[in-house]
């Protein structure tokens, strides 16, 4: 159950300097689109509130304790998330643990939700498959989503600065170990 029904609003609020800077290590390290990313970005600001809240609000399977980070991983998700971060010595509450788990989630057990995510050819294609393919809400929403989707695109194309450099071969090997990845 997602933190909140719409996006926030606000020049300097979280979620768009979110997807300003996850936004670009999901399309290099996922091989997305910029459309792709704020399709799957669009479905993390639903599910956590524009990036502000970690803990599911208000769980729906009473006495459990609900959705956590970025994705509101539930159930075993969040047991295999924290155990994850735990083996790698990772604060499951930092962003940055929150990211590297999605990448090693899609690259593995959600292996198909990406697969189909990069066929996706328009925002609301992205957006629809992460929401049916990735998170599996019990509570669709496609219309939030799809608002947090377009306010993810747009703070992603404004804060793009140019066309992305080449990444070096030590930057290749340093991503490949903190995503699981090979360089």
Avoid: K
């Avoid at 509101?72 to 940055?96: H, K, N, Y």
């Avoid at 929403?141 to 450099?165: F, I, K, Q």
């Amino acid at each position: 159950m997602p933190a909140t029904t719409g996006p926030a609003r606000g020049p300097g609020d979280a979620f768009a300097a979110g997807c300003r800077s996850l936004g670009p290590r999901l399309m290099r390290d996922l091989g997305l689109t910029d459309l792709q990313a704020a399709g799957l970005l669009g479905n993390l600001g639903h599910e956590s509130g524009g990036f502000r809240q970690l803990q599911e609000v208000a769980p729906a399977v009473a006495g459990s304790r609900g959705g956590w980070g970025l994705a509101q991983w539930t159930g075993p998700r969040r047991v295999a998330m924290e155990a994850w971060c735990r083996a790698q010595a990772l604060d499951p509450a930092s962003l940055d643990a929150q990211y590297r788990y999605l990448c090693v989630e899609l690259r593995t057990t959600e292996a198909a939700a990406l697969a189909a995510l990069r066929q996706a050819p328009t925002l609301e294609a992205a957006t629809e498959t992460v929401c049916r393919h990735f998170e599996r809400p019990g509570v669709i929403a496609s219309a939030s989503r799809l608002a947090w989707a377009r306010r993810a695109l747009s703070a992603l194309r404004a804060g793009a600065a140019g066309p992305p450099r080449p990444e070096s071969r030590a930057g290749r090997v340093r991503r490949a170990s903190n995503t699981g990845d090979r360089p």
